[in-house]
């Protein structure tokens, strides 16, 4: 079975560049996150959904990051424009359903801005 | 106070050595205590979990939650060089909350 896939797996852009980040959960993995994970820390959820459904972005600076998830499978998570702060590495996981299943992370994508 | 502290290391120990790995939490709502596993420039693994307080035995792993003291614990025995990762301790969604909260991960190197 093949896991969490992301891509690009490492991204270097200069400060208020846009990027985006994709992700391919596992199938028939209906719950979909986003985590950032900075150097030496542990990873932060940015935002969950259910199916196509955002349930929770409250973590989510939506000032300049946005996500989607069309059709519920597929997700993009976008920062425009970055900023020097950005820079670290971006984990999808996907999980069954939401509360007390195991969660799969991908390998990340690690963002470097200059 | 952080919800979830983790010493971050790094911790260096010879292969065969035991070793303990542990995290404390503030948030009595957590019910679900688990420990994920990263190797370097990959995401994290799931290693083990516990349900509410007691202990939980795997192979070599242990993991170890008391409740009473909000105290979780990881042991490794007869640790070996594939060990050599950052293990993080992440309470798991309490109630109403689909949100894991990481510890900052200790960093673990066995030496051969």
């Known amino acids: 079975e093949a896991g969490v896939v992301q891509s690009p797996r490492y991204k270097i852009i200069e400060k208020k560049q846009p990027v985006a980040f994709w992700c391919n959960p596992i199938?028939?993995?209906?719950?979909l996150y986003w985590y950032r994970q900075n150097l030496g820390q542990g990873p932060e959820l940015l935002i969950r959904?259910?199916?196509?459904?955002?349930?929770?972005d409250s973590q989510l600076p939506k000032d300049r990051f946005s996500a989607e998830r069309l059709k519920g499978v597929d997700s993009t998570l976008k920062i425009q424009p970055a900023e020097l702060g950005d820079s670290a590495v971006y984990l999808c996981?996907?999980?069954?359903?939401?509360?007390?299943?195991?969660?799969?992370f991908g390998p990340g994508t690690r963002l470097t801005v200059l | 106070q952080k919800e979830v502290e983790q010493d971050p290391g790094p911790l260096s120990v010879p292969e065969g050595a035991i070793v303990s790995l542990n995290c404390t939490y503030s948030n009595s709502a957590f019910q679900y205590f688990m420990w994920y596993r990263q190797y370097s420039r990959k995401g994290p693994e799931l290693l083990m979990y516990t349900y509410s307080s007691g202990n939980k035995e795997d192979g070599r792993f242990t993991a170890q939650v008391d409740k009473s003291s909000k105290y979780i614990s990881l042991f490794i025995r007869d640790s070996q060089p594939s060990d050599s990762a950052t293990y993080l301790c992440a309470p798991g969604p309490g109630a109403g909350s689909y949100q894991l909260t990481f510890g900052k991960g200790t960093k673990l190197s066995v030496i051969p």
């Open positions: 199938s028939g993995h209906n719950t």
């Open positions: 959904y259910e199916n196509e459904e955002a349930v929770d």
């Open positions: 996981a996907s999980s069954l359903a939401g509360r007390g299943d195991t969660q799969y």
